[in-house]
Antibody, heavy 122, light 107 residues
Framework: QLRLQESSPGLVKPSETLSLTCTISGDSFTDASYPSYYWGWIRQPPGKGLEWIGSIYYSGGTNYDPSLKSRVTISVDTSKNKFSLKLSSVTAADTAVYYC???????????WGQGTLVTVSS | EIVLTQSPGTLSLSPGERATLSCRASQSVSSTYLAWYQQKSGQAPRLLIYGASSRLTGIPDRFSGSGSGTDFTLTISTLEPEDFAVYYCQQYGTSPTFGQGTKLEIK
């Protein structure tokens, strides 16, 4: 069983960079487990639906939503059991609950963090 | 980008009834890459169905998925009180997208 927990920056100012980290844990999760999973970020604006942001694969490859691609970077730090999201030049439209997620199949999410609300406001 | 349109937006039913939720894609989706999630208020989504019709381990058999091409359906055969939630379809092909959701509420 995999457990995921997002960090919580809470408030980010417009035009700044949103940075989130997802900490990975689990009873049998080890460094050797990384290649078994695909990792992703999804967000949900208040009262709205789910939006896929991007994913990173065990090969190191990444895939981003075309509308966010120019502003998004996702990376994995296997030594610290974490993967991260950076979203630059944020505006109020980026206010949302951000979820980290993982699964055994590319972009299919079996495991989810609890989500963290990020508000973009001055 | 493949746009997924879910209908109805809201479905009002009573426990014990049958629920049929629709997901229509703007272009053909391989059945291998269509999933359904359930989201309860204040919680993260939960994967129910993948590959259009395969239930994740531990998901009750009252949940079933079907469809191909551009038309997919999630059916809940006999609604239990805990099934009232928002349901999202997702295609997880080249550039994943989600539908806008169907809210299943108690009548």
């Amino acid at each position: 069983q995999l457990r995921l927990q997002e960090s919580s920056p809470g408030l980010v100012k417009p035009s700044e960079t949103l940075s989130l980290t997802c900490t990975i844990s689990g009873d049998s999760f080890t460094d050797a487990s990384y290649p078994s999973y695909y990792w992703g970020w999804i967000r949900q604006p208040p009262g709205k639906g789910l939006e896929w942001i991007g994913s990173i694969y065990y090969s190191g490859g990444t895939n981003y939503d075309p509308s966010l691609k120019s502003r998004v970077t996702i990376s994995v730090d296997t030594s610290k059991n974490k993967f991260s999201l950076k979203l630059s030049s944020v505006t109020a439209a980026d206010t949302a609950v951000y979820y980290c997620a993982a699964g055994f199949v590319r972009d299919l999410f079996d495991y989810w963090g609890q989500g963290t609300l990020v508000t973009v406001s001055s | 980008e493949i746009v997924l349109t879910q209908s109805p937006g809201t479905l009002s039913l009573s426990p014990g009834e049958r629920a049929t939720l629709s997901c229509r894609a703007s272009q053909s989706v391989s059945s291998t890459y269509l999933a359904w999630y359930q989201q309860k208020s204040g919680q993260a989504p939960r994967l129910l169905i993948y590959g259009a019709s395969s239930r994740l381990t531990g998901i009750p058999d009252r949940f079933s998925g079907s469809g191909s091409g551009t038309d997919f359906t999630l059916t809940i055969s006999t609604l239990e009180p805990e099934d009232f939630a928002v349901y999202y379809c997702q295609q997880y092909g080249t550039s994943p997208t989600f539908g806008q959701g169907t809210k299943l509420e108690i009548k």
